[in-house]
C-alpha cells in the first residue's frame, strides 16, 4: 500500500513526498507522467477510501465466516471499532449514502439490539402458536433462552 505517514511525530520525506502528489493530483497540478507511473506502481489517492474498502471487505469475509456482523472485540480489535465507528456514523447522519448503500448491499446490520428482539420476537410467535400460550420457564428446559428474554420485556 501507498499509506505513508507524512508525519509521526517528525516530518518523513517520504511521507511529505506522497501526501505533495496527493495534492497535485487533487489540484489537478500533476503531470501525466507522473501519474500514469504512479498509478503503475498502485498508488492509493485516497488512503481513507482505501481503508474503508479493506475494512468493508473485511467485514463481508467476516459475514460470510460466521452469518453474523457481531465482531468481537477481542478477536478482531480493529474491525470490531471500524464497525462500532459505522454504526455511530450512520446514527448522526454522518455516512455518506454511497456507504450506506455499500453496506445496505451486504445486509449490514445497522442496530443489532433491534436485530436480536425480532428475532426473538419471532421465536416467541413461534412458540405461542405452537403450545397456546406464552408461559417460559427461565431456569431450564429447551426455551430457556426465550424465557428470559421474555421475562426482561415483562419488566
Same mark, same amino acid.
Given at each position: 500500500h501507498c499509506r505513508v505517514p507524512h508525519e509521526d511525530g517528525r516530518r518523513t520525506p517520504l511521507g511529505t513526498w506522497v501526501k505533495r502528489q496527493r @495534492?497535485?493530483?487533487?489540484?489537478g497540478q500533476l503531470r501525466k507522467d507522473r501519474f500514469a507511473a504512479l498509478e503503475d506502481i498502485g498508488f492509493e489517492w485516497d488512503p481513507h477510501e482505501a481503508f474503508w474498502? @479493506?475494512?468493508l471487505a473485511e467485514l463481508k469475509a467476516?459475514?460470510?465466516l460466521h452469518d453474523h456482523y457481531q465482531v468481537s472485540p477481542i478477536a478482531r480489535?480493529?474491525?470490531h471499532s471500524w464497525v462500532r465507528n459505522v454504526r455511530r456514523l450512520y446514527r448522526e447522519g454522518k455516512l455518506s449514502a454511497e456507504r450506506v448503500e455499500a453496506l445496505e448491499a451486504i445486509e449490514f446490520v445497522w442496530d443489532p439490539r433491534e436485530q436480536r428482539w425480532t428475532e426473538m420476537f419471532?421465536?416467541?410467535a413461534v412458540f405461542v402458536a405452537r403450545e397456546g400460550h406464552s408461559r417460559l420457564s427461565v431456569n431450564h428446559g429447551p426455551e430457556q433462552r426465550?424465557?428470559?428474554w421474555l421475562a426482561r420485556q415483562r419488566v
Open positions: @495534492e497535485e493530483h487533487r489540484a474498502q @479493506e475494512r467476516f459475514y460470510d480489535p480493529q474491525l419471532a421465536q416467541l426465550l424465557g428470559k
